[in-house]
T-cell receptor
Framework: AQSVTQLGSHVSVSEGALVLLRCNYS??????LFWYVQYPNQGLQLLLK??????LVKGINGFEAEFKKSETSFHLTKPSAHMSDAAEYFC???????????FGSGTRLQVQP | DADVTQTPRNRITKTGKRIMLECSQT?????MYWYRQDPGLGLRLIYY???????NKGEISDGYSVSRQAQAKFSLSLESAIPNQTALYFC??????????FGQGTRLTVV
């Protein structure tokens, strides 16, 4: 079975500060990993993905994530938060098998002026 | 046009009524999914389909059924709606690696 744990249901940062959203996964086979963002009253859109190429993945809006197999982690970072980054962020795991995409419980990011 | 289209966007229905949520996609992917979103619980998988003849239950399939009418169409039915099925429902489609494209969601309220 595969699963995703997101530490911290709410994270608050000041504008300009580092954003760090944590994601740990479990998977019995090499995983594909994703971060999605959901703005209020909208669907989910892909921020970035890891599909077994480079372990440091860059996404849209200045976000990046690093796949660390030894730590089973895929944490999302952004060097400098912007007010427009306020949203809910979901980490998800999949693989080449017959398992569906599995999501974490989400982290709501608040950006303070 | 959107890659994934859900109808309706909002629906209020009464307890005991049957309701169908529809989803269509233009990505040409074989895999389609229905998720339910509740505050603090993330997205939970209701049903998924890897092709027209391959439909699988997810973690919370009780009280729901689905129909895969074509590669591009995947509908979700609540046979007899109950208030704790009030939620935001998302349809998605993905390639074989799981990169998913989502609809805008259907906000369902059961009164």
């Amino acid at each position: 079975a595969q699963s995703v744990t997101q530490l911290g249901s709410h994270v608050s940062v000041s504008e300009g500060a580092l954003v760090l959203l944590r994601c740990n996964y479990s998977s019995s086979v090499p995983p594909y990993l994703f971060w999605y963002v959901q703005y209020p009253n909208q669907g989910l859109q892909l921020l970035l993905k890891y599909t077994s190429a480079a372990t440091l993945v860059k996404g849209i809006n200045g976000f990046e994530a690093e796949f660390k197999k030894s730590e089973t982690s895929f944490h999302l970072t952004k060097p400098s938060a912007h007010m427009s980054d306020a949203a809910e962020y979901f980490c998800a795991v999949s693989d080449t098998g017959r398992r569906a995409l599995t999501f974490g419980s989400g982290t709501r990011l608040q950006v303070q002026p | 046009d959107a890659d994934v289209t859900q109808t309706p966007r909002n629906r209020i229905t009464k307890t005991g009524k049957r309701i169908m949520l529809e989803c269509s996609q233009t990505k040409g992917h074989d895999r389609m999914y229905w998720y339910r979103q509740d505050p603090g619980l993330g997205l939970r998988l209701i049903y998924y389909s890897f092709d027209v003849k391959d439909i699988n239950k997810g973690e919370i399939s009780d009280g729901y059924s689905v129909s895969r009418q074509a590669q591009a169409k995947f509908s979700l039915s609540l046979e007899s709606a109950i208030p704790n099925q009030t939620a935001l429902y998302f349809c998605a489609t993905s390639d074989f690696r799981g990169e998913a494209f989502f609809g805008q969601g259907t906000r369902l309220t059961v009164v």
